[in-house]
């Protein structure tokens, strides 16, 4: 995905698809060859936990609310986790994302905010993240899921290495960091659109610099 603009999906020696990197490799792990934007642990029996949590489902979900293996750059994604508390506990879990680039470089980590304080019952909870657009840059990214506890010392339930693949694809179409009229790609992981200022200088003022 970072190196080439092209790739094709071959099986037993035919051409399958022929396109952008990102969306072919997406297709190849959507046809089961590797993870997906979905994944489904309710009907498993050997669901990633332990006897304090188990992972039951998680999903990427586009702008628009449906599951989605692609995302577009400018607009905001979610990354859903529904997991089961088996066992009452003082202080909520933390969820949290531990999301790559295509090269296994870490882009972030993130947690969600709970309270350490109150008593945690048995039942099955869902946990949300809200991902900006215009914040990633195009390309294949991959989302391990983890569930923390802390009331006695750190505890990891459950991590999920990889679990959900999904694509962050720039359209170059009424994207607003294209309005140069470029269409080539872009270094970085991030893209983010920043706030600028640009204004003509008064000539005829000297700046001087200390003595």
Request: net charge negative; with cysteine; proline share 7%.
């Amino acid at each position: 995905a970072s190196l080439c603009n092209r790739c094709l999906l071959m099986r037993d020696g035919r051409m399958m698809d022929d396109g952008r990197p990102s969306s072919i490799i997406l297709k190849y792990q959507d046809a089961g060859f590797g993870g997906a934007a979905v994944v489904d642990y309710t009907n498993s029996p050997k669901k990633p936990g332990d006897e304090l949590a188990r992972l039951l489902r998680a999903w990427v979900a586009d702008h628009h609310g449906q599951p989605n293996s692609e995302v577009a750059i400018q607009h905001p994604f979610r990354i859903h986790m529904v997991y089961e508390i088996l066992r009452a506990s003082v202080g909520e879990p933390y969820p949290n994302i531990h999301l790559y680039d295509c090269k296994g470089n870490c882009v972030f980590v993130t947690a969600a905010r709970v309270n350490r304080a109150t008593q945690i019952d048995p039942g099955i909870y869902h946990a949300i993240c809200d991902i900006p657009g215009n914040l990633l840059n195009d390309g294949i990214f991959s989302a391990g899921l983890a569930l923390t506890f802390s009331h006695n010392g750190i505890h990891v339930s459950f991590y999920d290495q990889n679990a959900l693949n999904f694509g962050v694809v720039d359209s170059m179409i009424n994207v607003p960091t294209r309005e140069a009229g470029y269409t080539g790609p872009i270094p970085g992981v991030f893209r983010p659109i920043l706030d600028w200022q640009v204004q003509a200088e008064n000539l005829t003022e000297q700046v001087l610099a200390p003595q």
